[in-house]
């Protein structure tokens, strides 16, 4: 199921930037030979004013197959074209067919942030009470901003530069949006506000802002999966767990910190369920990587955006797309500055499975929630392929549109030796990149 969602959320997203080719070629009288939804085998087709309209097999999508735009097969090739197709028509109309699919999916996104916003969302997460990695290291620990920067275990953070925050996902958000960069950190500590400058380092494996910190969880229990450490030792949905070995839980993290330094022991714990006190013992299990499994979740704050009105859901849904896009190009200048790409860039099967993930766990709460959580996925999805498909590089929209205006300065059509190479070009690179990607991704699904 998650795969199947997955795809048709990816095919959806290309599906749109398809169509907005169409519609371009449309209205630039550039014939359209076929127009498909879906990929594959055809099983449904009806050829009407020219265009042959497709259902094919593979729920992935679609392509619009343009009049003469796969004419160019060899260099050493006189090509006249045929009028009425791609190559035939004015630079200005190509660039008007190519630059319209990525403004579809920006359209898309526009949209889908903006309806979201209409009928409102909610999403788990925690408080903005923090907990310094420095207290927990690990061993893949290196600096601590957050502790350099004199912030300390329990503060509640309160605003970050001028931005009030709600939630542990604000100081996320701010964070790995800013690395390098010094933010100024409000916070309050026994009731005493103060402030603390800050600056995330880049973490290289995400290429996302990190400062060294944890979400405050209160040791509440959610859920118990059966036949788990946690179920067999009779925790209940509920329990509040108050002490391990004689200590204070405060938090989650020095509960999971107990547990692992325990290894084969039992560790006592004393719950308070509906008022009562019980005392049990929890044998910790351990994966075959030597992960803690207690087979426990913990109680997250649902925190609710409410529906705003279509005037606000629109100019909201304007700064999404405007902060998104903002996003796909400062991560798109992060690659050049030593990130770990095997960890950072994601592939069409990591997509997929995150899409899939996303819609699953979305629709499982409820329709409304999974409606959300897909779009807003997916609008972030069309808002990167819109700035990717616009960069320079041969066979992307960007490298058509770059050789296009070429021809309207120059004022004469480029030689078929050049656009064929030029395009071969391209064909290599993006074949590169799809490498890469599908590695790191079946790497990704082996990690997982």
Same mark, same amino acid.
């Given at each position: 199921m998650k795969v199947l969602l997955g795809l048709v959320g990816l095919g959806i997203v290309v599906f749109i930037h398809e169509l907005g080719h169409f519609i371009a070629?449309? =209205? $630039? *009288? =550039?014939g359209v030979e076929v127009f498909s939804l879906g990929w594959g085998k055809r099983l449904f087709s009806v050829t009407y004013r020219g265009t042959e309209y497709r259902l094919s097999l593979l729920p992935i999508g679609g392509y619009c197959k343009l009049k003469g735009e796969d004419s160019l097969k060899h260099p050493a090739e006189v090509y006249k074209p045929e009028p009425g197709s791609f190559y035939a028509a004015s630079p200005l109309k190509r660039i008007f067919v190519a630059l319209s699919g990525p403004f579809s999916n920006l359209l898309f996104a526009f949209i889908a942030f903006t309806f979201v916003w209409v009928i409102g969302f909610s999403y788990p997460t925690f408080s903005n009470r923090i907990i310094l990695e420095s207290d927990f290291p690990s061993a893949a620990s290196t600096r601590f901003p957050a502790t350099e920067g004199g912030l300390k275990t329990g503060d509640e953070i309160l605003a970050i530069d001028d931005t009030p925050i709600l939630t542990y996902r604000d100081i996320q958000e701010i964070v790995s949006r800013n690395p390098h960069k010094p933010l100024t950190f @409000? /916070?309050?500590?026994? *009731?005493?506000?103060g402030k603390a400058i800050v600056t995330p380092e880049l973490n290289k494996d995400t290429g996302a802002g990190r400062i060294g910190v944890y979400a405050w969880i209160d040791p509440i229990v959610e859920g118990v999966r059966k036949d788990s450490a946690a179920y067999i030792a009779g925790i209940k949905k509920g329990d509040t767990i108050l002490k391990a070995e004689g200590e204070e839980v405060p938090h989650t993290l020095l509960l999971l910190q107990k547990l692992s330094q325990s290894r084969s022991k039992p560790v006592r714990l004393i719950l308070l369920r509906e008022g009562n006190m019980i005392e049990t013992d929890l044998l910790p299990h351990f994966t075959d990587t030597g992960v803690l499994d207690t087979g426990l979740s913990f109680k997250p704050i649902i925190h609710t955006a409410r529906s705003e009105t279509f005037l606000t859901a629109v100019q909201k849904g304007? !700064? !999404? @797309?405007?902060? @998104?896009?903002s996003d796909t190009v400062r991560s798109f200048s992060l690659l050049f500055k030593g990130i770990n790409l095997s960890q950072a860039v994601s592939g069409p099967i990591r997509i997929t /499975? /995150?899409? *899939? !993930? =996303?819609?699953?766990? *979305?629709? $499982?709460?409820?329709i409304a929630t999974g409606v959300t959580s897909s779009l807003s996925f997916l609008a972030l999805l069309s808002v990167t392929l819109f700035f990717m498909n616009l960069l320079p590089i041969p066979v992307l929209d960007g490298g058509l549109i770059l050789m296009f205006s070429i021809e309207m300065v120059l004022r004469r059509r480029l030689s078929t030796k050049f656009v064929y190479r030029y395009q071969y070009l391209g064909f290599i690179i993006i074949l590169s990149l799809i490498l890469l990607a599908t590695m790191s991704d079946v790497f990704f699904l082996f990690r997982r």
């Amino acid at each position: 199921m998650k795969v199947l969602l997955g795809l048709v959320g990816l095919g959806i997203v290309v599906f749109i930037h398809e169509l907005g080719h169409f519609i371009a070629a449309k =209205i $630039s *009288g =550039i014939g359209v030979e076929v127009f498909s939804l879906g990929w594959g085998k055809r099983l449904f087709s009806v050829t009407y004013r020219g265009t042959e309209y497709r259902l094919s097999l593979l729920p992935i999508g679609g392509y619009c197959k343009l009049k003469g735009e796969d004419s160019l097969k060899h260099p050493a090739e006189v090509y006249k074209p045929e009028p009425g197709s791609f190559y035939a028509a004015s630079p200005l109309k190509r660039i008007f067919v190519a630059l319209s699919g990525p403004f579809s999916n920006l359209l898309f996104a526009f949209i889908a942030f903006t309806f979201v916003w209409v009928i409102g969302f909610s999403y788990p997460t925690f408080s903005n009470r923090i907990i310094l990695e420095s207290d927990f290291p690990s061993a893949a620990s290196t600096r601590f901003p957050a502790t350099e920067g004199g912030l300390k275990t329990g503060d509640e953070i309160l605003a970050i530069d001028d931005t009030p925050i709600l939630t542990y996902r604000d100081i996320q958000e701010i964070v790995s949006r800013n690395p390098h960069k010094p933010l100024t950190f @409000t /916070y309050r500590r026994n *009731g005493v506000t103060g402030k603390a400058i800050v600056t995330p380092e880049l973490n290289k494996d995400t290429g996302a802002g990190r400062i060294g910190v944890y979400a405050w969880i209160d040791p509440i229990v959610e859920g118990v999966r059966k036949d788990s450490a946690a179920y067999i030792a009779g925790i209940k949905k509920g329990d509040t767990i108050l002490k391990a070995e004689g200590e204070e839980v405060p938090h989650t993290l020095l509960l999971l910190q107990k547990l692992s330094q325990s290894r084969s022991k039992p560790v006592r714990l004393i719950l308070l369920r509906e008022g009562n006190m019980i005392e049990t013992d929890l044998l910790p299990h351990f994966t075959d990587t030597g992960v803690l499994d207690t087979g426990l979740s913990f109680k997250p704050i649902i925190h609710t955006a409410r529906s705003e009105t279509f005037l606000t859901a629109v100019q909201k849904g304007l !700064e !999404e @797309t405007r902060n @998104t896009l903002s996003d796909t190009v400062r991560s798109f200048s992060l690659l050049f500055k030593g990130i770990n790409l095997s960890q950072a860039v994601s592939g069409p099967i990591r997509i997929t /499975y /995150y899409v *899939g !993930e =996303i819609a699953s766990q *979305g629709f $499982s709460k409820d329709i409304a929630t999974g409606v959300t959580s897909s779009l807003s996925f997916l609008a972030l999805l069309s808002v990167t392929l819109f700035f990717m498909n616009l960069l320079p590089i041969p066979v992307l929209d960007g490298g058509l549109i770059l050789m296009f205006s070429i021809e309207m300065v120059l004022r004469r059509r480029l030689s078929t030796k050049f656009v064929y190479r030029y395009q071969y070009l391209g064909f290599i690179i993006i074949l590169s990149l799809i490498l890469l990607a599908t590695m790191s991704d079946v790497f990704f699904l082996f990690r997982r």
